[in-house]
């Protein structure tokens, strides 16, 4: 659901790697967005916008439906995430009507026996979980249409943490190494989230304006992110300086790649960064493929990180 235009001007365009195929998935009407990895299996698992579903890919190159068309009432699947220690899935979906958003769900699955464990929703529109990342027992969830910040917990449930003008289409968010904050993307820019005291800080590079950012995941001291709604699309890494309240610099590391149909988000998994190279979201539209002679295998593409 990244249908706004966004600009990102990096640093230093210079590619690190050429991408290599981790694998390709037949189910060419997929229109594929969340993508997340559990290491202990080493499978990874994949959300389905068009089918409301999730497939798991195990490592030998199996595939399987984790979750079937609109089970346990599913919506358009967008991010998801593993909680290797508890062995967890948790999964953004939202039920849409006319291009809006009317119900935003969060499922909470089990790995073991793939049973559903729990559910919340809000039944209103003017929301959409976009994004998700759990650590340390702490679950938030990105609410683009609503500029907000969502928590679940085991006292209060789902519940509002932060609004802001500043979260304006939030999107990707991760926590950082201590799980003390979390670091978000928006139309604004993107920013680190004191958790405790809930102060927003514009995280910087100077000289350059950094903002629409599709997905957040924490390497080393770097984050990483997708560029899908400016030209060239591109997967980048923003390295932070010694404090990390900005960036020192940024580098790209995919860039215009003939594979791309609207990169989505992606997974890092023994130093390399999975992602979806073509979501093919452009050819979906109100629930509906648009042309379906123009879907492709989706390509799943992954780069070395250091």
């Known amino acids: 659901m990244k249908n706004l235009l966004f600009l990102l001007i990096i640093a230093q365009t210079q590619l690190f790697a050429q991408p290599e195929v981790a694998f390709m998935l037949n189910d060419r009407g997929l229109i594929p967005e969340g993508l997340t990895y559990n290491p202990l299996e080493k499978a990874f698992f994949i959300g389905s916008i068009n089918k409301h579903k999730i497939l798991k890919i195990f490592d030998d190159g199996r595939v399987v439906d984790f979750a079937s068309p609109r089970q346990d009432g599913l919506g358009e699947v967008l991010g998801l995430k593993v909680d290797s220690s508890n062995q967890h899935l948790w999964v953004c979906s939202n039920e849409i009507q006319d291009g809006v958003a009317v119900r935003s769900m969060i499922h909470q699955y089990s790995l073991e026996d793939y049973k559903l464990i729990q559910k919340f929703q809000l039944n209103e529109k003017g929301h959409l979980f976009n994004d998700i990342d759990v650590a340390a ?132 998994a023994d130093g390399w960064f999975y992602f979806i190279a073509n979501s093919q979201m452009g050819n979906f539209e109100n629930g509906t493929i648009k042309d379906i002679s123009k879907l492709k295998e989706v390509v799943i593409l992954k780069v070395k990180l250091r």
Request: hydrophobic share 35%; charged share 20%; proline share 2%.
């Open 137 to 268: 027992g702490q679950v938030f969830i990105t609410d683009s249409d609503a500029n907000s910040i969502y928590q679940v917990s085991r006292e209060n449930g789902l519940q509002l943490f932060l609004k802001d003008e500043r979260l304006t289409y939030c999107n990707g968010l991760a926590f950082n190494s201590n799980a003390r904050k979390l670091f978000v993307s928006s139309f604004t820019g993107l920013y680190s989230l004191d958790i405790k005291t809930k102060k927003l800080d514009r995280l910087r590079l100077t000289g350059y304006h950094l903002f629409g950012v599709d997905g957040l995941y924490l390497f080393k001291n770097s984050l990483v992110g997708i560029q899908n709604t400016s030209f060239p699309e591109s997967v980048n890494q923003y390295l932070f300086n010694e404090k990390q309240d900005g960036f020192s610099s940024a580098r790209t590391l995919v860039a215009a790649d003939h594979r791309f149909d609207v990169p989505t988000t992606g997974a890092i």
